[in-house]
């Protein structure tokens, strides 16, 4: 079966740095996104990694290690509006979404 | 920007009643998806579309089925609503299914209950 594992809920202070692991096990890979979902609203798409190694994008940067199965979020100089769920999701061999449960990040002040 | 708009954010229907969803995207993108989305679990499709008239069975199709008579117009039908269909609906669209970094866009969801 495919699976997608990530981390049911982190906490973090202001200021901080914080990352997020994401373990999959799919048929096949075509690229993995990050999303970010505040309560009450639609998912965001944040990143996408398809090669081994470290997409930077302004204060979140996504790392993928293919081998391993294995991806991470880091998400630096954290504020309150980064509280949200992030969703880790693997595209597979037959370009369909798989996607993990989604993180719940809590920012303390 | 990406305008995926789903019709309603809230909806209350009772056990038995066809419900119809509706979702509208802005960017002529040929692909579109439904997908719900409960506590603890992943988002799971129920059904996509790759053109116009054109659908594909998802993870969970059962009870649900769509249409899409116009590109930019994708509409989930549940049949004959039961409870365990009470769940946050989310329609998304793509420009490629293929298509290397190419996001899938979010309407907002909408919330169904089912009495």
């Known amino acids: 079966g495919q699976n997608i594992d990530q981390p049911t809920e982190m906490t973090a202070t202001e200021g901080a740095i914080v990352q997020i692991n994401c373990t999959y096990q799919?048929?096949?890979?075509?690229?993995l996104f990050w999303y970010q979902q505040h309560a009450g609203e639609a998912p965001t798409f944040l990143s996408y990694?398809?090669l081994d190694g470290l997409e930077e994008k302004g204060r979140f940067s996504s790392f993928l290690s293919r081998s391993k199965g294995y991806s991470y979020l880091l998400l630096k100089e954290l504020q309150m509006k980064d509280s949200a769920s992030y969703l880790c999701?693997?595209?597979?061999?037959?370009?369909?979404?798989?996607w993990g449960a989604g993180t719940k990040l809590i920012i303390k002040p | 920007d990406v305008k995926v708009t789903q019709s309603s954010r809230y909806l209350v229907k009772r056990t038995g009643e066809k419900v119809f969803l509706e979702c509208v995207q802005d960017?002529?993108?040929?692909?579109m998806f439904w997908y719900r989305q409960d506590p603890g679990l992943g988002l799971r499709l129920i059904y996509f579309?790759?053109?116009?008239?054109?659908?594909e069975k998802g993870d969970i199709p059962e009870g649900y089925s769509v249409s899409r008579e116009k590109k930019e117009r994708f509409s989930l039908i549940l049949e004959s609503a039961s409870t365990n269909q009470t769940s946050m609906y989310l329609c998304?669209?793509?420009?490629?299914?293929?298509?290397?970094?190419?996001?899938?866009?979010f309407g907002d969801g909408t919330r169904l209950s089912i009495l």
């Open positions: 998304a669209s793509s420009l490629n299914l293929r298509g290397g970094n190419q996001p899938q866009h």
């Open positions: 960017m002529d993108h040929e692909n």
């Open positions: 579309s790759y053109d116009v008239k054109m659908k």
């Open positions: 799919t048929s096949g890979f075509n690229g």
């Open positions: 990694n398809v």
């Open positions: 999701a693997v595209r597979d061999q037959d370009y369909q979404l798989i």
